[in-house]
């Protein structure tokens, strides 16, 4: 209803942004293609529009379901869209920047970047307060240990993660 009533208010940029934020139901239900479709359709109205920076932003926000789908390609072009907005995170949250990190980090890891992606994940480490970020920026240690062959730290930061993940969900 709010695209509908957004369009009828001749609020075109809304409408689109509304519409966008319907993938987030479909990664619910793990229809990640429907949710690149709505992100890459988003990205096409908001170019014709000229708002060229939220078309970026909308297709960026593809590069986690290509990782998903081991189209790694196609996760570094959506990445690379998603770059140049410069968006650093969320003001509202502390670690929102940390996070964009790990996510960086992933990207670097599954397109044969590791150094690139080890030092990404040690900077989430770093900068996260949250156990949430830790446990993620820990877990992104332990994928670039077990590819790099380097099983005893696999092991060291997997369960590290899963320590996070614990002191996350005893926090909340």
Known sequence: KAVKYAYQAKDTFNAISYYQNQQSAYVTLNKIDSAIYINTKASELFHKYGYNRDA????????????????FSKAKQAYEAFARTNYKGNANYKDS???LLYEKG??????????????????????????NNKA???KGLALY????????????YALLSATYNDSDLIDA
């Not at 970026?56 to 189209?71: H, M, P, R, S």
């Not at 240990?145 to 060291?156: I, N």
């Open 56 to 71: 970026d932003i909308a297709y960026g926000c593809n590069y986690t379901y290509f990782l998903q789908k081991k189209e």
């Open 136 to 138: 993620d920026a820990t």
């Open 145 to 156: 240990y077990s590819k790099t062959s380097r099983h005893d730290l696999a092991a060291k």
């Open 97 to 99: 920047y940390a996070f």
């Open 106 to 131: 992933l990207l670097y890891l599954n397109i044969g970047k590791e150094d690139s992606a080890h030092i990404l994940f040690q900077q989430c480490l770093k900068l996260s307060p949250s156990y």
